[in-house]
């Protein structure tokens, strides 16, 4: 067993979606001009706030777009109606995190819950919609079969691949 303690002051919560336009088989990303690099929407919870919540808050703040949680037929270790010895995907599809990342950064730990969620990317972005004057970024809608290539990062890339399985039907295992 791998034990860590983290105690409020080092760590931070974080939640970002992979947000599917199934119809138009495309996902959204945000594109950072400063670095040129892609990456999934996310950010930092606010005290109080459920995680989901901050799923699709991050994701509206970071991209103008409006977005929903997307239930997918996931495997979970999370239990199903008090049944500790479910390990299957759940009836109907769930709307629990597809994963997790963690990293440390200068001794802060940073816990970043993803979530599945669905958009429309002929919708009109809004603008304006965060707070924070130095993030300088762009939304963009990218094709299905072209995102996975297009992520600057290993863990934005497993996981949008594992979204867009499961929105095919495919699925997800319990290999990771």
């Known amino acids: 067993m791998n034990r860590s303690l983290h105690l409020s002051e080092s760590f931070v919560i974080s939640c970002g979606t992979v947000t599917l336009d ?5 996902v ?4 950072l001009r400063k670095t040129g690099e892609y ?3 996310k950010g930092r919870k606010d005290v109080g706030e459920q995680l989901e919540v901050t799923a699709v808050r991050e994701t509206y703040e970071e991209t103008g777009y409006i977005v929903e949680l997307l239930p997918l037929q996931l495997t ?3 239990t199903l109606h008090g049944n500790d010895n479910v390990r ?4 109907g599809g769930t709307t629990e995190p597809v994963a997790v990342t963690q990293r440390m950064t200068q001794g802060v730990l940073k816990i970043i819950f993803w979530y599945a969620a669905r958009g429309d990317s002929c919708a009109i972005r809004q603008t304006n919609t965060t707070e924070q004057d130095d993030e300088e970024f762009d939304a963009v809608w990218c094709p299905m079969d072209e995102v996975v290539r297009l992520l ?3 863990d934005d890339k497993t996981i949008t691949a594992r979204v867009i399985e499961a929105a095919r039907g495919g699925g997800s295992g319990s290999k990771e």
């Open 22 to 26: 199934i119809d138009q088989s495309k």
């Open 28 to 31: 959204l990303v945000i594109y």
């Open 39 to 41: 990456c999934l929407p």
């Open 76 to 78: 979970t270790l999370a």
């Open 88 to 91: 299957s995907a759940i009836p």
């Open 152 to 154: 600057t990062f290993h």
